[in-house]
């Protein structure tokens, strides 16, 4: 069979035993058009009025119905043989880089000046960013007063969109120890062989915990080559902000002066050779992540496996309309009445 589909492969060749009862079939037909087992028998006074005619043309095609009976069972053969097209190797190309986004899960994350706040804005634009990175690692870290990995680097993406939606304002210690939350970070590209290590930090206030300070985080990010994108999440001027939370989970919210450390988040982006951005509601930070993506398109080329695709649909397609015109030649255009 390799000689008539040199790309198929079978995963059943066993099954082409089965192709043995084609010509079985054809030869018992022939016997049995020849010496007319079949034929039913009438007695006439004479034959002088049936001399001369001959048979007509169309008799000849009810031959059709062993035809198409024989190509059915070929291609019902063919499907229980599996075929499948040949595994190859291909060069594609992917991004190949490591992405550590590191999170704010602090309070203060619930403010109202995000629709439906900050926190949720900031899951809903990272898990889209991810849907965007086929190719790439992605880890998260979240923070408030300590630093925790949530999920270390996957290309399981469905595992790390899932922790994501996990995530809730207040899972941590409070404060906002940034330093930390980039350190953490950097730990989970400490020993990446990736080309291009990145990290993404979100956050929307000002450094105040933490035994490590945010450049000193920063410091730590350059020696691994790890590159910084910061992120400062809030509107300028006045929001809508949790100021209590009471113990049945009930929050009061006030309005209260954004308080962003953007000369600290600047100099995080500077040092390490990252970008610093500033998002003021959904649309800015969406278009925020959309030209991080595009900053981070480091095309390689390698060499990728190409699985095995099933083929069998054809051959069943093929089987049943043989079988549907041999009913219709034997049942209908060649009707045999008993």
């Known amino acids: 069979m390799k000689y008539f589909f040199p790309d198929i492969e079978w995963a059943h ?8 009862w084609i010509p079985i079939m054809v030869g018992f037909y022939i016997v049995r058009e020849i010496f007319d087992f079949n034929e039913g028998e009438l007695q006439f006074s004479s034959f002088r009025n049936f001399k001369g005619i001959k048979n007509s043309v169309l008799s000849y095609f009810r031959h059709l119905t062993i035809v198409f009976r024989s190509l059915a069972i070929a291609a019902i053969v063919l499907v229980i043989a599996q075929p499948q097209s040949r595994s190859s190797w291909k060069n594609i190309k992917t991004e190949g880089i490591d992405i550590v ?36 690692r992605i880890g998260l870290v979240i923070f408030g007063g300590e630093a925790f990995t949530q999920c270390p680097l996957t290309t399981d993406h469905k595992v790390i969109k899932n922790m994501i939606e996990q995530v809730k304002a207040g899972m941590l210690s409070q404060g906002t120890a940034i330093g930390l939350g980039l350190a953490d970070a950097v730990a989970r590209l400490q020993e990446s062989k990736a080309k291009s290590k990145v990290i993404i930090l979100i956050t929307d206030g000002v450094s105040n915990v933490g035994e490590i300070a945010p450049l000193t985080a920063a410091e730590i990010a350059k020696t691994f080559g790890v590159r910084v994108y910061t992120v400062g999440v809030g509107t300028k001027g006045r929001a809508l902000m949790p100021v209590q939370i009471y113990p049945n989970g009930q929050i009061e919210y006030d309005y209260q002066e954004v308080d962003l450390d953007e000369e600290t988040m600047t100099k995080i982006a500077d040092a390490t050779g990252g970008k610093y951005f500033r998002a003021t ?17 480091n095309i390689i080329l390698e060499k990728s496996f190409s699985n095995k695709e099933e083929l069998y649909l054809p051959f069943a397609i093929f089987a049943a309309v043989a079988l549907i015109c041999e009913f219709l030649c034997k049942y209908l255009f060649f009707k045999i009445n008993p």
């Open 13 to 20: 060749p066993w099954a082409f035993i089965l192709l043995g």
């Open 101 to 136: 986004v590191s999170l704010d899960v602090s309070y203060s994350m619930l403010a109202k000046d995000f629709d439906p706040n900050r926190i949720e804005a900031a899951k809903k634009v990272v898990m889209n960013f991810i849907d965007g990175r086929p190719n790439d």
């Open 281 to 297: 509601n959904n649309k800015s930070l969406e278009a925020i992540y959309k030209e991080i993506d595009k900053l981070e398109k």
